[in-house]
């Protein structure tokens, strides 16, 4: 099982940017899905977050502005960007809880990508 990132970026600020994340292997459940990020000398916050249900958590400062969602299909979650700003600038990570055939439950990091917003 793993998680695979795609999208980010270079983006002038007030520009949108679209990330996916696509979940592969042969699994039996996949829960909760989110976006982490980290800015450099900070450390790794959450960013939204999405249930099984589609129960939705942002963090406060993209509130409005990012919109996460999911395809249970294609296992895949989605983080959508708009109106970014500098400080949005970090490297995000995706997190899924995935229950994987003949494994334990365990919560899996996707490669980070980068988003960087220019003022």
């Known amino acids: 099982v793993q998680l695979q990132a795609y999208g980010g970026g270079v983006v002038q600020a007030g520009g949108s940017v679209r990330l996916s994340c696509a979940a592969s292997g042969i699994i039996l459940s996949l829960s909760d899905m989110g976006w982490y990020r980290q800015a450099p000398g900070k450390q790794r916050e959450l960013v939204a977050s999405v249930t099984i249900g589609g129960g939705t958590v942002y963090a406060d400062a993209v509130k409005g502005r990012f919109t996460i969602s999911r395809d249970h299909a294609k296992n895949t979650a989605y983080l959508q960007m708009d109106r970014l700003k500098p400080e949005d600038t970090a490297v995000y990570y995706c997190?899924?809880?995935?229950?994987?055939?003949?494994?334990?439950?365990?919560?899996?990091w996707g490669p980070g990508t980068q988003v960087t917003v220019s003022s």
């Open positions: 997190n899924a809880r995935i229950t994987p055939y003949m494994l334990g439950t365990n919560n899996y």
